[in-house]
């Protein structure tokens, strides 16, 4: 089934997962009625963010100022290509810049790569022993969680889905891991990690993505990525996973809480969000999550097509038979973000394994923590678990094979 979607560019929808999509868009009329983006106004104070104060402005019309008119520039002049061919083995965070970079992109690129003063290499250490030993529950909350919550913010997936990573979804996919694992690695920002690499290389992504939707006929929004744009996004990793986390009872420490919001603060900064829209706290992040993801998430077509995708690609890690392995992912998936988005993205209620999962899981999570006894734990729960494996071990095989670049089209004739 992926093999002929990603052939045909993105096949057209089957008759019921567009009956599922006109449901969600359904839905959706009263959470917009209730939260429309332009009139619900910023009420987030900056003074619950790591800068302590800042202007207040509404992040929605924020960009980047530093890096848009200087990435516009590199692909307006036909510089990407070769920039792209220097960067390819920039890869450590104490690495020199490859000799031969235009002087502009130098030197952002030489103040972007440097870390906050305020970021705290104590915490940023305990953080990546949180991420060690809470590795399966984080990668499968940004990874599955991430990936489905991202498809239904409608920004984010018409701007996926119509920019050139849209037309090769794996690829995209695997692009997209490279960032998140390099922040979940034990030396993620020591001299011989690479997340200040990559997140730099995202910033510049970002900018190019502004410049370049603007220009397709497909895109008929404001201009994408704003600073709230990247919160949003942030809120359905970190926030998300934390509070998924803690739903399921697994021991976190206040030490290792405080570290894992900061080791996504610093991120935050690295990527170009500005410090005065970082939440300084877990209870600030609670508050700007329960603020901008209403007013910023719902169905789209695209979405409904990119989820599809996704999940295809996670069942083809098992070996449950095709059909078999899907209804587990679609399971999976729904048990992660909930129904409200599950719906939005079109995903087929299952109805052994949506009993089968919200059971299971909770004991697997026990037995891992060792609350319970492995006989209590039962059999199909090492399904949901090897499935998890495999689609974790896929991606941080696929983020080997491949590096954050600079793109200078939009999708291609996109269907």
């Given at each position: 089934m992926?093999?002929?979607?990603?052939?045909?560019?993105?096949?057209?929808?089957?008759?019921?997962?567009?009956?599922?999509?006109?449901?969600?868009?359904?839905?959706?009329?009263?959470l917009?009625?209730?939260f429309p983006?332009?009139?619900?106004?910023?009420?987030?104070?900056?003074?619950?963010?790591?800068?302590?104060?800042?202007?207040?402005?509404?992040?929605?019309?924020?960009?980047?100022?530093?890096?848009?008119?200087?990435?516009?520039?590199?692909?307006?002049?036909?510089?990407?290509?070769?920039?792209?061919?220097?960067?390819?083995?920039?890869?450590?965070?104490?690495?020199?810049?490859?000799?031969?970079?235009?002087?502009?992109?130098?030197?952002?690129?030489?103040?972007a790569?440097?870390?906050?003063?305020?970021?705290?290499?104590?915490k940023?250490?305990?953080?990546?022993?949180?991420?060690?030993?809470?590795?399966?529950y984080?990668?499968?909350?940004?990874?599955v969680?991430?990936?489905?919550?991202?498809?239904?913010?409608?920004?984010?997936?018409?701007?996926?889905y119509?920019?050139?990573?849209?037309?090769?979804?794996?690829?995209?996919?695997?692009?997209?891991?490279?960032?998140?694992?390099?922040?979940?690695?034990?030396?993620?920002?020591?001299?011989?990690g690479?997340?200040?690499?990559?997140?730099?290389?995202?910033?510049?992504?970002?900018?190019?993505?502004?410049?370049?939707?603007?220009?397709?006929?497909?895109?008929?929004?404001?201009?994408?990525?704003?600073?709230?744009?990247?919160?949003?996004?942030?809120?359905?990793?970190?926030t998300?996973?934390?509070?998924?986390?803690?739903?399921?009872?697994?021991?976190?420490?206040?030490?290792?809480?405080?570290?894992?919001?900061?080791?996504?603060?610093?991120?935050?900064?690295?990527?170009?969000?500005?410090?005065?829209?970082?939440?300084?706290?877990?209870?600030?992040?609670?508050?700007?999550?329960?603020?901008?993801?209403?007013?910023?998430?719902?169905?789209?077509?695209?979405?409904?097509?990119?989820?599809?995708?996704?999940?295809?690609?996670?069942?083809?890690?098992?070996?449950?038979?095709?059909?078999?392995s899907?209804?587990?992912?679609?399971?999976?998936?729904?048990?992660?973000?909930?129904?409200?988005?599950?719906?939005?993205?079109?995903?087929?209620?299952?109805?052994?394994?949506?009993?089968?999962?919200?059971?299971?899981?909770?004991?697997?999570?026990?037995?891992?923590?060792?609350?319970?006894?492995?006989?209590?734990?039962?059999?199909?729960?090492?399904?949901?678990?090897?499935?998890?494996?495999?689609?974790?071990?896929?991606?941080?095989?696929?983020?080997?094979?491949?590096?954050?670049?600079?793109?200078?089209?939009?999708?291609?004739?996109?269907?």
């Amino acid at each position: 089934m992926q093999n002929s979607q990603e052939e045909s560019g993105m096949a057209e929808l089957s008759r019921r997962k567009m009956l599922i999509s006109g449901g969600a868009l359904g839905a959706l009329g009263t959470l917009g009625m209730a939260f429309p983006a332009r009139a619900m106004p910023w009420t987030w104070a900056p003074g619950g963010s790591v800068a302590g104060a800042g202007a207040g402005a509404d992040p929605r019309w924020v960009w980047d100022e530093e890096a848009d008119p200087l990435v516009a520039s590199l692909i307006d002049r036909g510089a990407v290509p070769e920039v792209n061919r220097l960067l390819w083995d920039w890869n450590r965070n104490d690495q020199p810049l490859p000799e031969g970079l235009p002087a502009d992109l130098r030197d952002f690129m030489e103040e972007a790569r440097r870390l906050p003063s305020w970021a705290d290499h104590g915490k940023l250490n305990t953080a990546a022993e949180f991420n060690k030993s809470r590795g399966l529950y984080l990668n499968l909350l940004n990874g599955v969680g991430g990936g489905m919550l991202s498809t239904a913010i409608p920004k984010e997936a018409r701007a996926v889905y119509y920019s050139k990573g849209g037309a090769d979804m794996e690829d995209r996919v695997a692009k997209t891991s490279i960032l998140g694992f390099a922040v979940g690695s034990l030396n993620a920002y020591r001299p011989d990690g690479s997340c200040a690499v990559e997140a730099v290389k995202t910033r510049l992504v970002h900018a190019a993505v502004r410049h370049l939707l603007q220009k397709s006929p497909h895109w008929t929004g404001d201009i994408p990525i704003s600073q709230e744009d990247m919160l949003v996004t942030w809120h359905t990793l970190p926030t998300f996973a934390m509070r998924r986390m803690l739903e399921w009872k697994v021991p976190v420490t206040a030490a290792e809480s405080e570290a894992y919001l900061h080791v996504w603060q610093v991120t935050a900064h690295m990527l170009g969000i500005k410090d005065e829209y970082i939440p300084a706290t877990w209870d600030a992040a609670d508050a700007q999550s329960d603020q901008i993801l209403p007013r910023n998430m719902g169905p789209t077509p695209e979405g409904v097509k990119l989820t599809d995708i996704l999940l295809d690609q996670l069942a083809e890690q098992t070996s449950l038979g095709t059909r078999a392995s899907r209804s587990l992912c679609n399971a999976l998936a729904r048990y992660l973000v909930g129904d409200q988005v599950a719906d939005w993205d079109g995903i087929e209620r299952e109805p052994v394994w949506d009993r089968v999962i919200p059971a299971a899981w909770p004991k697997l999570v026990k037995f891992r923590e060792g609350l319970i006894p492995l006989p209590l734990v039962p059999e199909t729960a090492w399904v949901i678990d090897e499935a998890a494996r495999r689609y974790i071990m896929l991606y941080l095989t696929k983020a080997k094979e491949t590096k954050i670049e600079i793109p200078t089209t939009n999708r291609p004739d996109p269907s």
